[in-house]
């Protein structure tokens, strides 16, 4: 301790960031040190505070303090730091980080004119008993100035409907993170509001989730979220990984060449089928809350959808009228797609009367256990049935899409292109045998996608 305390003195009145750790027999010097240089010290980052039994308070005040980092305690119970840590009082505190068991009361008034705030627990920061959505707000509505607010696995418990709470307005967000269940989420963003352009992203973590936890989630977000109209997607992507998590991202374009990513989504829950769920019940309800008139690209990847039936198809195509590109992933080569992109058989057609009129892109997934002829030998099944649709389609004005055949096994793909002739654009086909590429940003279209 002796040369710690030398070095403080040789450096005088420069600024100090401390990394400070409670280590048994430097625990109580180490404090009083720290406590003697607060008054200089610009950033103090506090791990594995639990060896302190009562937890210091650094009682002075520390005017020059702008990031404030707590990371460490024991899993028993928590460690709450006193009302009266540093005073309360730290008016340059700009950034705090809080993880792992520890916790500062969400009245403290530490809590205020923070640009960042991160909070990863277990428990309420309160501690586990202790906490309130009251409380919770009640910081939020001070700390207007946040630019970046990460809240995982911290909610209180869900307010009763019959309480009414305050609504907390974060004007100035950029970006937006919250992680817990989904019972919790959806009721602290039902009490949140926040500006349009902030990034957003909701990671949900549930045990259990039905197909009615869904549609009522999305009954609160995105629309409860922001206090002008929300952000309107223009690009959706929906990334299934193994078999029981669904990542969604949801992209607006602020210009012509620039993704800007709006909102991202994932659930994550025991596998769908111990709840009698199907992809399509979750999907389905995040499509239907995201998707509008201006969404032009859609991809599906990892996932199987060979529940979507004409209905589904036709539905999809009302809500997102002007899609352009769509790749649906595995399963969605079928008949179904192909009748349903086929346009009525009535006289006096126009292109709006096509399902997807505006379509200019298709990607599809070939199983290898697809059939790739008739049983005479004839043409492939369904690219015949699909170049028959396609030709149908241009007959009445609307434009040819390129298409792109991915064949993840070993197989002939002549017969694919074979029924189409000189009538598309383009024809790809892929024989790619590895896992799919894997889009984290919308961004990537632009290489990805043309």
């Given at each position: 301790m002796a040369w710690m305390e030398k070095m403080m003195e040789r450096a005088r009145a420069v600024p100090l960031s401390l990394e400070v750790g409670a280590y048994p027999g430097l625990g109580t010097d180490m404090v009083a040190l720290v406590s003697k240089n607060m008054h200089r010290c610009r950033s103090l980052s506090l791990r594995q505070f639990w060896c302190f039994n009562p937890c210091p308070s650094f009682g002075?005040?520390?005017?020059?303090?702008q990031r404030l980092e707590i990371m460490g305690s024991q899993p028993?119970?928590?460690?709450?730091?006193?009302?009266?840590?540093?005073?309360?009082?730290?008016?340059?505190?700009?950034?705090?980080?809080?993880?792992?068991?520890?916790?500062?009361?969400?009245?403290?008034?530490?809590?205020?004119?923070?640009?960042?705030?991160?909070?990863?627990?277990?428990?309420?920061?309160?501690?586990?008993?202790?906490?309130?959505?009251?409380?919770?707000?009640s910081a939020l509505a001070r700390m207007s100035t946040l630019e970046v607010l990460s809240l995982h696995n911290c909610f209180p418990h869900p307010t009763p409907p019959t309480r009414v709470v305050a609504r907390a307005h974060l004007p100035n967000l950029r970006l937006f993170r919250v992680t817990g269940a989904l019972e919790d989420c959806a009721c602290f963003?039902?009490?949140?509001?926040?500006?349009?352009?902030?990034?957003?992203?909701?990671?949900?973590?549930?045990?259990?989730?039905?197909?009615?936890?869904?549609?009522?989630?999305?009954?609160?977000?995105?629309?409860?979220?922001?206090?002008?109209?929300?952000?309107?997607?223009?690009?959706?992507q929906f990334t299934w990984r193994n078999g029981k998590e669904l990542e969604v991202d949801a992209q607006t374009i602020q210009q012509s060449t620039e993704f800007k990513s709006s909102f991202h989504i994932s659930f994550k829950w025991k596998p769908i089928q111990s709840l009698g769920m199907s992809p399509l019940d979750l999907m389905w309800p995040c499509f239907v809350a995201l998707a509008s008139p201006q969404l032009r690209s859609f991809?599906?990847?990892?996932?199987?959808?060979?529940?979507?039936?004409?209905?589904?198809?036709?539905?999809?195509a009302h809500?997102?009228?002007?899609?352009?590109?769509?790749?649906?992933?595995?399963?969605?080569?079928?008949?179904?797609?192909?009748?349903?992109?086929?346009?009525?058989?009535?006289?006096?057609?126009?292109?709006?009367?096509?399902?997807?009129?505006?379509?200019?892109?298709?990607?599809?997934?070939?199983?290898?256990?697809?059939?790739?002829?008739?049983?005479?030998?004839?043409?492939?099944?369904?690219?015949?049935?699909?170049?028959?649709?396609?030709?149908?389609?241009?007959?009445?004005g609307c434009p040819t899409p390129e298409l792109v055949f991915s064949v993840p096994c070993e197989r002939s793909s002549k017969g694919w292109s074979e029924p189409f002739g000189d009538t598309v654009p383009g024809i790809t086909i892929r024989e790619d045998q590895g896992e799919p590429a894997v889009v984290s940003r919308i961004g990537e279209y632009k290489t990805l996608w043309g």
């Open positions: 002075i005040k520390a005017p020059l303090l028993t119970g928590g460690f709450v730091f006193p009302l009266d840590f540093l005073r309360g009082r730290a008016p340059s505190l700009r950034h705090v980080r809080i993880e792992a068991f520890s916790y500062i009361p969400w009245h403290s008034t530490l809590f205020v004119n923070l640009i960042s705030l991160e909070v990863d627990t277990a428990v309420g920061p309160n501690g586990p008993d202790e906490s309130s959505v009251e409380m919770l707000l963003l039902r009490q949140v509001t926040t500006n349009a352009t902030a990034v957003v992203r909701v990671d949900i973590r549930s045990f259990g989730i039905s197909k009615v936890d869904v549609e009522e989630f999305f009954t609160v977000f995105p629309s409860q979220l922001y206090t002008t109209p929300p952000p309107i997607a223009q690009a959706l991809r599906i990847l990892q996932g199987d959808i060979k529940g979507w039936d004409v209905e589904v198809w036709r539905k999809l809500i997102a009228p002007g899609l352009q590109r769509l790749s649906p992933g595995m399963g969605a080569l079928s008949a179904e797609l192909c009748k349903a992109l086929r346009p009525p058989s009535e006289p006096d057609l126009a292109p709006a009367d096509c399902c997807l009129p505006e379509l200019s892109y298709l990607e599809l997934e070939v199983p290898c256990d697809l059939p790739m002829t008739t049983p005479d030998g004839g043409e492939t099944v369904l690219s015949a049935l699909l170049a028959h649709s396609l030709a149908a389609r241009a007959m009445i």
